[in-house]
Each structure stands twice: as structure tokens, then as C-alpha cells.
């Protein structure tokens, strides 16, 4: 029972987005635990005690990352009925299963579902507390990425920017759930075509993320992809030189061991033909 709360406390210290929760443990070791955890609980209090559901959630979080995801919506979908039969809809519980969910459903590009948790989800925050919480903010950015793929790019664009708004409201510039907002949203205005607003977002989260001395590679290769890519379809090849060449400059810097210098050096050169400084 010991091992029992002490895995569960470490479930309740989980991000809000659930999948970076027990990053730092192996999931070789995660999962047997959190099953003996589950497995007390259940002995103890019977299957769907409210003590137990963060737990569950930890371990279909970390069947999920282990790679067995048509394993983690199972008992996500199974730990959805628990709660429902537990404490309902109105529970903070029920809001972590079911953005648990739209999350896997995205993962696994099922789209309809996804969307269909996030509407639904959205919904009962706003009915429970209001439309400006963190919560909603972070439910609209996730729509709105869903949106982004299958849906309507209006309305796409319209959830991004109003997360983008609340978590200026709600949370720290630098927070990384306000950052992620702000990426969906410029992915959203650049898709729309909207390459100005979406250059101008792009640039200011480069030069925050280096402010902050944060370096989320993924988010920093999203970034500068894109706005080479908007300097290209706006033939804007000399702000292009410009931009690459301190890109390279600070690869070399850190190391040119990544890939991505090395795709960077040809995008350089393709744009230094276009200048016609290279033949």
C-alpha cells in the first residue's frame, strides 16, 4: 500500500498534458509499478476508487510513450467509464481522461474522435468555471490543431488565437503550454496564407526562446522551417540568406553533428543560386 501512494503521488505531479508524466522513470520499470499500485488500490477500496484514477492515468500514459498505443486507448477508454461511474462529468478526473484522450486519438490521427473529445471536454470546463481558464486555453489550442489538419481553417484560426489571448491572461510569456499556443497558432496562420502575422509570431518565438535560454529543438526547427519557407514562396531571398546564415553560424557553434545543419546548408545553397552567388 506504501508502494501503492508512493507511485500515485508521483502520477499527481504530473504535467497537465499528461504525456510527460514518469519521463525520468523507465517504462519497464513504471509499468509493472503503477500496475501494483492499481492492483492495491483495487484490493483495498474496490476497482474505480477515485484514490486510484491518477495512477491509471499514469499508466496509460506510459503504455502510450512505451509504444503500445492501441493498448493505452483501451484502458483510457476504460478508466473514462470508472470516473463516469465515480464522480461524472463534473470532476477535474474526468477533464484529464478525456484530454488524455484527444491527445492519443490526435496521435493516432483518429480526428473525428479527437475533436469530438475536445468539443466535449470544452464544453464542461466553461459550464464548471468560466471561458478564460487555463484549461479552456489549453483545450482550444488543441482544437484548433485538430481543426488545423481536417476541419474549418476559420475556425481553426479562431480557437488558436483566442488561446493565444487567455494564456497571456492566464499564464508567464515563457511557459511552455503558452508557447505551444502560440506555435499552433502560427502554423495555423500560415496554412491560412496569412504569411505576415505568421512571420511576425514566428520570429518573436525565436527570439523568446533564445531570450529564455530554453532550446525545445523540435519547436526551434518548426520555427525556422517555416519561416524560410514563407521567405521562399515570398521570394524574399536576401531576408533568406540573411536568416540561414546565422542559423548555420550557431549550429556551428553548438556542434554540426545534427542532421538538421546539415539540411540547413542545403537550403543555403539553394537560395544562394537563386541570388545568383552560387553556380
Known amino acids: 500500500m506504501e508502494l501503492a501512494k508512493l507511485v500515485r503521488n508521483l502520477g499527481k505531479d504530473s504535467q497537465p498534458s499528461g504525456f510527460q508524466s ?3 522513470i523507465a517504462y519497464d520499470q513504471a509499468l509493472p509499478l503503477l500496475e501494483s499500485a492499481i492492483n492495491a488500490h483495487n484490493e483495498e477500496f474496490g476497482e474505480g476508487h477515485p484514490g486510484s484514477i491518477y495512477t491509471l492515468i499514469n499508466y496509460c500514459s506510459a ?11 483501451e484502458r ?7 470516473v463516469l461511474k465515480t ?30 473529445c475536445l468539443r466535449e471536454n470544452l464544453e464542461l470546463q466553461i ?18 490543431g485538430v481543426l488545423n489538419r481536417t476541419g474549418d481553417p476559420a475556425e ?46 514566428l520570429l518573436d518565438l525565436i527570439e523568446l526562446t533564445q531570450k529564455i535560454g530554453s532550446d525545445p529543438f523540435e ?16 521570394e524574399r531571398w536576401e531576408d533568406a540568406e540573411k536568416f540561414l546564415a546565422n542559423i548555420l553560424s550557431s549550429y556551428r557553434e553548438k556542434g554540426t553533428e ?22
Open 22 to 24: 514518469l519521463a525520468t
Open 87 to 116: 464522480v461524472g462529468t463534473d470532476h477535474d478526473k474526468y477533464f484529464k481522461v478525456m484530454q488524455h484522450l484527444s491527445g492519443i486519438y490526435t496521435e493516432l490521427e483518429r480526428y473525428q474522435e479527437a475533436e469530438a
Open 76 to 82: 483510457y477508454l476504460k478508466t473514462k467509464e470508472l
Open 127 to 144: 459550464s464548471r468555471k468560466d471561458d478564460s481558464t487555463f484549461e479552456v486555453a489549453v483545450l482550444l489550442r488543441g482544437l484548433a
Open 63 to 73: 503504455l502510450f510513450r512505451s509504444g503500445q498505443h492501441e493498448a493505452a486507448l
Open 219 to 234: 519547436l526551434m526547427i518548426f520555427y525556422q522551417n517555416v519561416v524560410v519557407e514563407i521567405y521562399s514562396r515570398q
Open 156 to 201: 481553426a484560426e479562431e480557437c488558436a488565437r483566442r488561446a493565444v489571448d487567455i494564456f497571456r491572461i492566464v499564464a508567464a510569456e515563457e511557459s511552455f503550454q503558452a508557447i505551444v499556443a502560440r506555435k499552433v497558432f502560427a502554423h495555423v496562420l500560415f496554412n491560412r496564407g496569412k504569411y505576415a502575422e505568421a512571420l511576425a509570431e
Open 258 to 279: 545534427s542532421p538538421a545543419y546539415a539540411e540547413y546548408q542545403t537550403k543555403y545553397a539553394e537560395v544562394l543560386k537563386k541570388l545568383g552567388k552560387l553556380t
